[in-house]
T-cell receptor
Framework: RKEVEQDPGPFNVPEGATVAFNCTYSNSASQSFFWYRQDCRKEPKLLMSVYSSGNEDGRFTAQLNRASQYISLLIRDSKLSDSATYLCVVFTGGGNKLTFGTGTQLKVEL | DAGVIQSPRHEVTEMGQEVTLRCKPISGHNSLFWYRQTMMRGLELLIYFNNNVPIDDSGMPEDRFSAKMPNASFSTLKIQPSEPRDSAVYFC????????????FGNGTRLTVT
C-alpha cells in the first residue's frame, strides 16, 4: 500500500460547482497534513495546512479524519482558475520529511 | 524575498553526459530537498539536507546520482552519466526546520536526456 494515495481524476466540474477530494494515508503516526496546488508545468505551492479540527480558507475547506486515516479538500463555488492538480502531503516518520500523493487533477469548465 | 532559485530552467543533453543542477534555498531555511517529478511516478523525494547535512538519501536512484550542500545557500544535484530515463522535472525546495512549516519550491529544472 502506498504511503499516500489519491484518486488521479480528472474531475471535470462546471463553474460554480462544489467538488471534494479525498486522500488516504497509511501511517497512523503521521503528524502533519497539507494540500498543495500545482498548475501545469509549474512548481507545487502550498494551498493550506490541515488541522485536526478542520479549517477553512475562503472557498476551501480541509478536514482530517484520523480514525479512517484520510484528509479531504472541499472547494465551493469552483472557478475556472481552480483548474490544477491538488497534491495531498503527509508528514511521516522522523525528521523533516514530507510524502506527496500523486495528485488529483481538477478541470473546471464553463 | 527571492524564493528558491534553481538553474538551469531547461537542460537538454545527450546520454552519457554529466548534468549538474543548482539550487539556492531561501535565506534562513534549514532544510533543503531535491525532488524529481514524472508523469508516471509523480513527485519523488531524492534527498534532503538539514543544516547542510544529508539526512536521508534513500530516494537517490543509484550511484549515478549525487548531491552536495557545501553551505547554507547552495546545493547541487549531479547525474553522471545521464540516461534517457533520467528525463524529468527536478525541483529543489526549502523549509524551516519545523515539520509544520511548508515547503517552498523553486521553478524546477526540466531535464531531457536524448
Amino acid at each position: 500500500r502506498k504511503e499516500v494515495e489519491q484518486d488521479p481524476g480528472p474531475f471535470n466540474v462546471p463553474e460554480g460547482a462544489t467538488v471534494a477530494f479525498n486522500c488516504t494515508y497509511s501511517n497512523s503516526a503521521s503528524q502533519s497534513f497539507f494540500w498543495y496546488r500545482q498548475d501545469c508545468r509549474k512548481e507545487p505551492k502550498l494551498l493550506m495546512s490541515v488541522y485536526s479540527s478542520g479549517n477553512e480558507d475562503g472557498r476551501f475547506t480541509a478536514q482530517l479524519n484520523r480514525a479512517s486515516q484520510y484528509i479531504s479538500l472541499l472547494i465551493r463555488d469552483s472557478k475556472l482558475s481552480d483548474s490544477a492538480t491538488y497534491l495531498c502531503v503527509v508528514f511521516t516518520g522522523g525528521g523533516n520529511k514530507l510524502t506527496f500523493g500523486t495528485g488529483t487533477q481538477l478541470k473546471v469548465e464553463l | 524575498d527571492a524564493g528558491v532559485i534553481q538553474s538551469p530552467r531547461h537542460e537538454v543533453t545527450e546520454m552519457g553526459q554529466e548534468v549538474t543542477l543548482r539550487c539556492k534555498p531561501i535565506s534562513g531555511h534549514n532544510s533543503l530537498f531535491w525532488y524529481r517529478q514524472t508523469m508516471m511516478r509523480g513527485l519523488e523525494l531524492l534527498i534532503y539536507f538539514n543544516n547542510n547535512v544529508p539526512i536521508d538519501d534513500s530516494g537517490m536512484p543509484e550511484d549515478r546520482f549525487s548531491a552536495k550542500m557545501p553551505n547554507a545557500s547552495f546545493s547541487t544535484l549531479k547525474i553522471q552519466p545521464s540516461e534517457p530515463r533520467d528525463s524529468a522535472v527536478y525541483f529543489c525546495a526549502s523549509s524551516l526546520e519545523s515539520y509544520n512549516s511548508p515547503l517552498h519550491f523553486g521553478n524546477g529544472t526540466r531535464l531531457t536526456v536524448t
